[in-house]
């Protein structure tokens, strides 16, 4: 099994589709079914089974994914190992990222980075439905960036940040004047069950910021009015400061989007506790990082310091 090789299958058996595969193989959807076809008779059993427009692997094919990740994983960590070694500044970085995340901490430090490393590529792979385990076990990413309340047992991380959960609202909204000066929060401080009349626009409790939102909840006992569940973090903070509900969200998220929005908000600390967000950067153990990878999570954490310190109300 050659390196290209494996490379096509694991492409077609995540995609389920020979075109989309072409896509992201930068190849004609013509040459990758020749591919597959000459292989698969090579082989004398097919792959994948073909469902409708779907390819899903056969057991023939299920073994053979087990083996072509480990030969990519492999042929990762050599290619970027060697580029290390020989050229310091050559590489490739993929990082894989939630939009909202990828907005507030990668745009900001890229011309740092880029000036120190002008022949590093920076692909990222970014998505509103966000799951990190689906991308981490993806052999081609470099790095997963996404936010935790339990640290991963079975990864390498590193920790970037931490930072409160905190509730949002129209600064016309009258319950906004309730909240109090509270020690070890962040924030002017919300009594949460002040706001049990109050419409809210949820993230799902898969995500993480919904999940914390759905424990608050429960802590308090209280059975919330949802006038939207949604996975788009910036259209939940948009609309609460524009008034329509009240939303959950991280701090950064919000002063990220705070002077983009001309509608007077306010961010409050809620809970008996303060509630935090964790934010990490998590790659497959043992995994090579090339030296432009490290100072690219030293940036980010730098940058983060900078902002954690500058945005306090």
């Known amino acids: 099994m050659e390196l290209k090789e494996a490379k096509y299958i694991l492409a077609v058996a995540r995609h389920k589709s020979i075109s989309r595969a072409a896509e992201t193989l930068y190849i004609s959807q013509p040459s990758l079914s020749k591919y597959l076809k000459n292989l698969e008779l090579q082989l004398g059993a097919p792959l994948f089974h073909r469902i409708g427009s779907q390819y899903l692997p056969t057991y023939l094919g299920e073994r053979y994914i087990h083996y072509a990740e480990k030969i990519v994983q492999y042929g990762s960590q050599w290619d ?24 507030s901490i990668i745009g900001p430090i890229l011309p740092a980075f880029h000036k120190q490393y002008p022949h590093v590529s920076v692909n990222l792979m970014e998505e509103v439905n966000f799951i990190a385990e689906k991308t981490i076990a993806d052999p081609s990413v470099d790095l997963t960036f996404y936010n935790v309340r339990e640290f991963p047992k079975n990864l390498s991380y590193q920790e970037l940040n931490r930072e409160e959960i905190v509730l949002i609202l129209s600064k016309n909204n009258p319950l906004a ?59 939940s903070i948009c609309l609460a400061m524009e008034g329509l509900a009240a939303a959950f969200a991280p701090e950064s998220y919000y002063h990220f989007l705070k002077p983009r929005q001309s509608s007077p908000s306010v961010c409050l600390s809620v809970g008996k506790k303060r509630v935090e967000n964790i934010l990490i950067a998590a790659w497959q153990k043992n995994r090579y990082l090339p030296q432009y990878a490290r100072d690219f999570l030293a940036m980010i954490a730098f940058y983060c310091h900078q902002e954690k310190e500058g945005t306090k109300d």
């Open 177 to 235: 004047q309730k909240a109090v000066k509270k020690e070890g929060f962040s924030y002017p401080w919300m009594d949460l069950s002040l706001l049990s009349e109050e419409n809210f626009i949820l993230l799902y409790p898969d995500q993480n910021t919904g999940g914390l939102a759905l424990e608050l909840f429960q802590d308090y006992a209280m059975v919330p009015h949802v006038l939207m569940h949604t996975r788009n973090s910036e259209m």
């Open 80 to 103: 970027q190992e060697f580029d290390d070694i020989m050229h310091q500044n050559h590489g490739r970085l993929n990082i894989s990222i939630p939009i909202m995340l990828s907005n």
